[in-house]
């Protein structure tokens, strides 16, 4: 099968050198990887390029874009420009330059991806490191499919139609793809190693577009109440709390324009229900 990587990258010279060694150790590499260097005022343009002279499966784009941080759209605007010059693929996927690779990961995503036809997305697990160990980030549960790997067969990426530019990307993909019948898996045997934890930069900004992007997947005030208190928590801010309930309200009462459809919309929200009861009922 053959895969194509984008990795969207600003400032990211701290990281990519590491990231991009666990991309050529690969017992099975990527057809194709291609990093968009988007506005980078550090050597992540030079590191990128060293790597592009020497192997050619791997590609470097150069995006001219805003400075200004806007949650989610900002990523997925870089992400899609790659996307604009890729070759033909049959496994699409989104990676973060803050990253290192198990050296067996596309080889065992290839296992997965060829051994299950249901199968719309799957990764491992990322794992921060706390002293001198890594652990299991938890900020999300061990099934769910994060933001920095995001790996997509391309009938559920086509069928999902790509990937929406703004806070919740991350999120509404997943529903989507389990909406329109595929299956997701986390491999817990392969550990990424995320070298910048989640949250690091977390604002007041980042919370008002979180509480816009769960209306704009259609989640009731319950559901969404429920999801922005678990995010405030984790960040230790009730704070964060009242601004994503205030954002919501806010999209709401504007009219802003949903993620979804409105079938789509009542899949999430059975799917979220259940979830949640089954957390607190072990059914």
């Known amino acids: 099968m053959r895969i ?24 099975q590499p990527p057809e194709e990887l291609i990093i968009v260097d988007d506005n980078s005022s550090d050597d992540t343009l030079k ?12 590609s470097v784009l150069q995006r001219k874009s805003t400075d200004e941080h806007i949650p989610g759209k900002k990523v997925v605007d870089t992400f899609n420009y790659g996307l604009k010059h890729t070759s033909s693929y049959d496994l699409i996927g989104k990676f973060d330059a803050d990253i290192i690779l198990p050296s067996n990961y596309f080889e ?4 997965h991806f060829q051994s299950n036809w249901k199968l719309g997305m799957c990764s491992g697990l990322l794992y921060i490191k706390k002293g ?6 938890t900020i999300a549960t061990k099934t769910h499919i994060r933001g920095p790997i995001k790996l997509y067969h391309k009938a559920c990426f086509n069928k999902i139609e790509g990937l929406r530019p703004a806070t919740g990307w991350d999120t509404v993909d997943t529903l989507l793809a389990k909406y ?25 900004k980042n919370y008002k577009a979180k509480g816009e992007a769960l209306f704009k997947m259609r989640y009731s005030l319950p559901l969404a109440k429920i999801a922005l208190l678990k995010m405030a928590l984790q960040a230790n801010s009730p704070k964060l709390y009242l601004q994503g309930v205030v954002s919501y309200l806010g999209a709401w009462f504007s009219g802003k324009k949903s993620f979804v459809t409105s079938n789509e919309g009542k899949f999430i929200r059975r799917l979220r229900w259940k979830g949640i009861l089954n957390k607190i009922f072990n059914i």
């Open 4 to 27: 194509s990587i984008i990795i969207p990258a600003h400032n990211e010279e701290k990281f990519l050198q590491t990231c991009l060694v666990s991309f050529v150790s690969q017992s």
């Open 47 to 58: 590191i990128a390029t060293r790597f592009s002279q020497k192997y050619d499966w791997i």
């Open 108 to 111: 065992q995503m290839r296992i």
């Open 132 to 137: 001198e160990d890594w652990f299991y980030e």
């Open 180 to 204: 329109h019948g595929f299956e997701t898996f986390t491999d817990e045997h392969l550990k990424v190693k995320h070298l910048r934890p989640t949250g690091h930069g977390y604002s007041t």
